[in-house]
């Protein structure tokens, strides 16, 4: 098998992808150890592959077309052929980033013909290697998706998982001062109550409920976890809650993020970036699933539990506005708070 050492890795995709790409990255490791690998990743994932065990270094592009002019684009051509790339692997299949790589004229360009969606893409005619993905993708776990491409080009049999940030000091002594902002209980429990969109949102209703049966149950704090647009939300979650639960949306960095719901006993969550971050760490969890379908999705964690009502419009790509259950989609209000508390209840006992 041919050696590379210095390859370039496309991921401008969003929060939860980029952590489920680091097993394919694992295993592009084992197939060459000796190899530098550097990520090219959106700003706002980037702390998630910095400091990471498998990753050298870690490029920044802002994949947004109005603000990419033509000036930019040349100017980080110019930056990927300065670093001699002699293979670059896509996980994303998108335009910008394989242009970016033919123009800087890496010899060796590998991607898939597909990986989001079965639809045909003009994009692979830049790539110099073609991995076909045979199987169903919605039947196919994301990660498997990713590291069918690097087994293909590989010849690798092997699997592996995801891998996050090294989790630092500094976030570790972060979370110790958030939790004693927390009453004294015996456990502490995290919720993540807000998905990308609204057929991911589990009800608040049922989120309500769940904390009211585990505080009769559990000496246990609560506290919600998220990114700083989903802090409101969550004000309106606690709003409606008949138990003390703080709010943590927006404190965290995502090694925070990690390092805090490591630190819980407990993880309930919808389908969304963070659920791929707290797997990584091994937490007990449960994560509900509305629209989008846990045969793909599934946390790859031992202690994950998923729950999903399989609807038979599931999954689906609609808005909620176009959802025929609308105001109260099946997919969502048919997974009840008393099957997620027996989960829950399962993972604390």
């Known amino acids: ?33 000796q190899a530098r690998i550097t990520m090219l990743v959106k700003p706002v994932v ?64 590998v991607g898939p013909d597909k990986v989001f ?20 993708l919605d039947a196919t776990l994301q990660a498997e998706t990713y590291q069918t491409i690097i087994r293909k080009f590989t010849g690798l049999k092997d699997h592996a998982e995801p891998v996050f940030a090294r989790i630092t000091d500094e976030a570790e002594k972060k979370v ?66 008949h138990q003390p639960v703080m709010n943590f949306c927006g404190e965290t960095s995502l090694v925070d993020l990690a390092a805090i719901i490591r630190k819980a006993d407990l993880l309930i969550t919808v389908d969304t970036g963070a659920t791929h971050i707290a ?5 007990k969890m449960v994560t509900m699933y509305g629209c989008t379908s846990p045969d793909r999705w599934h946390p790859i964690n031992d202690n994950a539990r998923v729950l999903t009502s399989r609807e038979a419009c599931c999954p689906c790509s609609v808005r909620a506005d176009a959802c025929p259950s609308n105001p109260k989609p099946n997919c969502l209000w048919h997974i009840t708070p008393e099957m997620v508390k027996t989960e829950c209840m399962a993972l604390l006992n």
Request: a neutral charge; aromatic letters at 10%; one cysteine or more.
């Open 176 to 241: 110790e001062n958030m939790f004693s902002q927390l009453p004294q209980a015996e456990k502490r429990i995290a919720l993540c109550v807000k998905g990308t969109f609204e057929l991911k949102t589990w009800p608040k209703e049922y989120f309500v409920e769940v904390v009211d049966a585990l505080a009769e149950h559990y000496d246990a704090a609560f506290f919600i976890v998220g990114a700083p647009n989903d802090r409101a939300y969550a004000d309106e979650v606690i709003a409606a809650m």
């Open 117 to 136: 969606d079965d639809k045909p893409s003009r994009v692979t005619w830049l790539y110099t290697h073609v991995m076909h993905i045979s199987h169903n």
């Open 46 to 109: 980037r702390e998630a592959v910095e400091n990471n065990p498998l990753i050298d270094e870690v490029m920044v592009f802002q994949y947004k077309a109005k603000d990419n002019s033509l000036g930019k684009m040349m100017a980080m051509v110019k930056d990927i052929k300065s670093r001699h790339f002699d293979l670059s692997i896509s996980f994303d299949r998108k335009l910008r980033p394989a242009l970016l790589c033919w123009l800087a004229g890496i010899p060796t360009r």
């Open 1 to 33: 098998m041919k050696q590379y050492k210095n390859i370039l890795v496309n991921a401008l995709v969003n929060l939860g992808d980029v952590v489920l790409t680091t097993s394919a990255i694992a295993l592009l490791k084992k197939a060459y150890p």
């Open 279 to 283: 797997a990584t760490t091994g937490v």
